[in-house]
């Protein structure tokens, strides 16, 4: 009994639209993998970037403690807040929305901060100086808090500090975390 020439064009077109669907499936869950794995990069680069910059703004609040303190090794205090950290060229989209709009809006609310630390600084330059020490806090602390989080979203080994004498961590949690 030979096969009917309907039922031979129905398997062939069953069959060519179940290998397009397997073959668009496939290529669907391979880019999605790539771009997950792109994201982790993504993700490490920024956290680095973020925590050195959380480091640098840790910096600034501890050299004023010691220069109020009259340390012999602190700087004269700042009326300015670390510049913007220097985040790599990403591909935002691998990211979490959220964490892509932080970080997209915080060189604009950095440099915001700037300017009315210089137009405070002309008019009072102890208050600019405190001022830059709580912005440098806050957004050294919220770096700090932006940078774990993508850690621990990407399942990224957390940051060691164990080899260094100063966790800058501690130092911005205890004074600026509500």
């Not at 300015?80 to 929305?97: C, H, M, N, R």
């Not at 997209?104 to 001022?131: H, K, M, P």
Request: hydrophobic share 50%.
């Amino acid at each position: 009994m030979a096969a009917s020439p309907a039922w031979f064009l129905t398997s062939t077109v069953v069959a060519t639209v179940l290998a397009t669907t397997a073959n668009y499936v496939l290529k669907f869950v391979d880019e999605r993998r790539g771009r997950k794995s792109k994201g982790r990069i993504e993700a490490l680069r920024i956290a680095v970037a973020l925590e050195r910059y959380a480091a640098e703004c840790a910096d600034v609040v501890g050299n004023q403690e010691a220069w109020v303190q009259g340390a012999p090794f602190a700087r004269p205090p700042s009326t300015q807040i670390p510049s913007a950290p220097k985040l790599p060229e990403v591909d935002w989209q691998t990211l979490p929305v959220a964490t892509s709009s932080r970080m997209i809006a915080l060189e604009n609310e950095l440099f915001l901060v700037t300017a009315s630390l210089s137009e405070l600084a002309l008019i009072d330059a102890d208050a600019a100086v405190e001022r830059a020490r709580w912005f440098s806090g806050k957004y050294g602390l919220r770096a700090l808090e932006t940078a774990e989080r993508l850690r621990v979203d990407f399942a990224l080994m957390p940051l060691d500090l164990t080899s260094v004498e100063w966790d800058f961590r501690e130092q911005l949690r205890a004074e600026f975390q509500a």
